[in-house]
């Protein structure tokens, strides 16, 4: 597999490695201050992120959910404790209120309508949603400085959605109240309160 989240998070490059657990670490830190007993990761992937923040954050109930099957299926093999299923983040399969953190990392930049997504995210969280997506034109420049999508100007072709720092803020601020927007570089993580 080139490309997509698995090879993102196996990758064995140093400087990408150093990046992904600093965001991690800032996730995990994140999800330990809301104080949430359950944590669903919407758009989990192989689960990589629910697993560093299994690690970090002592007796939080995860379960996951993602659109590509095949995706969940590597995750199992790799975190089999993980409890996922298939599902569409414009129609979650979650009673509204139904678990006390929703995680969505690195999704809304794939999502053609992401003011749906966010609206249901809020919809299924009892309190917090904690979002993130690349920090652009900051992720673009990195791409290119590695010489990755360069005909592309560094732009992943799977990315329908670009916001900076100030579009990403008033996006979600006209949801909800933002408690916290922070950088890691090249991503923005952002908490948001019900």
Same mark, same amino acid.
């Given at each position: 597999m080139r490309h997509g989240n698995y090879q993102k998070y196996t990758n064995p490059n140093p400087l990408q490695q150093y990046l992904i657990r600093r965001f991690l670490d800032r996730v995990a830190t994140l999800v330990a201050q809301t104080g949430a007993r359950t944590l669903l990761d919407v758009g989990c992937a192989e689960g990589f992120v629910s697993a560093h923040i299994r690690r970090r954050v002592r007796g939080l109930q995860t379960a996951g959910l993602d659109r590509d099957g095949a995706a969940l299926l590597r995750g199992r093999r790799l975190h089999p404790r993980f409890p996922t299923c298939v599902g569409d983040i414009l129609a979650l399969p979650v009673v509204s209120s139904g678990v006390d953190l929703v995680l969505c990392t690195e999704v809304l930049e794939h999502v053609p309508a992401p003011? &749906?997504? +966010? *609206? *249901? +995210? +809020? &919809?299924v969280s009892r309190r917090h949603v904690l979002v993130s997506v690349p920090w652009e034109p900051w992720f673009r420049l990195a791409n290119l400085m590695r010489l990755k999508n360069v005909s592309r100007w560094g732009d992943d072709p *799977?990315?329908?959605?670009?916001?900076?720092g100030r579009a990403f803020r008033a996006f979600l601020s006209s949801h909800a109240r933002v408690v916290t927007h922070q950088v890691v570089f090249p991503w923005q993580i952002v908490l948001l309160e019900r």
């Open positions: 003011s &749906r997504a +966010l *609206e *249901e +995210l +809020l &919809r *799977e990315h329908v959605n670009h916001w900076t």
